[in-house]
């Protein structure tokens, strides 16, 4: 099975832009989706198929994918963004698996 | 408006067995494929199980292969996981989830609430 590698923290000061990114050797060949994750709460899309953003989300948060790298990035960083962030994709091992990266926590000073 | 709850969580002791349930509604509920993920507590996302729509493909991984069934029922909007053989790392928050098609690929878009799965002796 493949990985998704994140770094464990960020921290990005209010109104400047924050970037997370994720690796993995899957991100070659299937979309990368993002999640954000407040305490006690359930996990929320951000973006899905590496760029697009689902409706209700704030513009201030963009995505990219490339090569085996994928990047969120929150452009004028608010408070209520301060979350765990989690990336996502298919699975090498098989079209019907997926994997998730081990998440990324960040913080707005 | 998409809602997918879950039931079901609770304390086991280890090897015991539990039935989660998750009970969905606001969209066509047999058209979609559907996964079970969990969280340990402090932890990251995991993948546990997928069933397709017609329930003729299902998938799990390895950590719970074999202990683990998912299965459906379309004509309830319902999804549900037998676990059995319980273990204390299969501690966690257990979430429904449901997969969007999406060009040559798909994404998860929606989760439940999630109900949580303590397996203590």
């Known amino acids: 099975s493949s990985e998704l590698t994140q770094d464990p923290a960020v921290s990005v000061a209010l109104g400047q832009t924050g970037r997370i990114t994720c690796q993995g050797d899957?991100?070659?060949?299937?979309?990368v989706s993002w999640y954000q994750q407040k305490p006690g709460q359930a996990p929320v899309l951000v973006i899905y198929?590496?760029?697009k953003r689902p409706s209700g989300i704030p513009d201030r948060f963009s995505g990219s994918s490339s090569g085996t790298t994928a990047s969120l990035t929150i452009t004028g960083a608010q408070a209520e963004d301060e979350a765990d962030y989690f990336c996502?994709?298919?699975?090498?091992?098989?079209?019907?698996?997926?994997?998730f990266g081990g998440g990324t926590k960040l913080t707005v000073l | 408006e998409v809602q997918l709850v879950e039931s079901g969580g609770g304390l086991v002791k280890p090897g015991g067995s539990l039935r989660l349930s998750c009970a969905a509604s606001?969209?066509?509920?047999?058209?979609?494929?559907l996964n079970w993920v969990r969280q340990a507590p402090g932890k990251g996302l995991e993948w546990v199980s997928s069933?397709?729509?017609?329930?003729?493909?299902?998938y799990y991984a390895d950590s719970v292969k074999g202990r683990f069934t998912i299965s459906r029922d379309n004509a309830k909007n319902s999804l549900f996981l037998q676990m059995n053989s319980l273990r204390v790392e299969d501690t966690a928050v257990y979430y429904c989830?449901?997969?969007?098609?999406?060009?040559?690929?798909?994404?998860?878009?929606?989760w439940g609430l999630g109900t949580l799965v303590t397996v203590s002796s």
């Open positions: 606001g969209f066509t509920f047999s058209s979609y494929s």
């Open positions: 996502n994709s298919r699975d090498t091992s098989g079209d019907h698996h997926w994997v």
């Open positions: 899957s991100l070659r060949t299937y979309y």
């Open positions: 989830t449901r997969d969007i098609n999406y060009g040559s690929g798909s994404y998860i878009d929606f």
């Open positions: 069933v397709r729509s017609r329930s003729r493909d299902i």
């Open positions: 198929a590496n760029n």
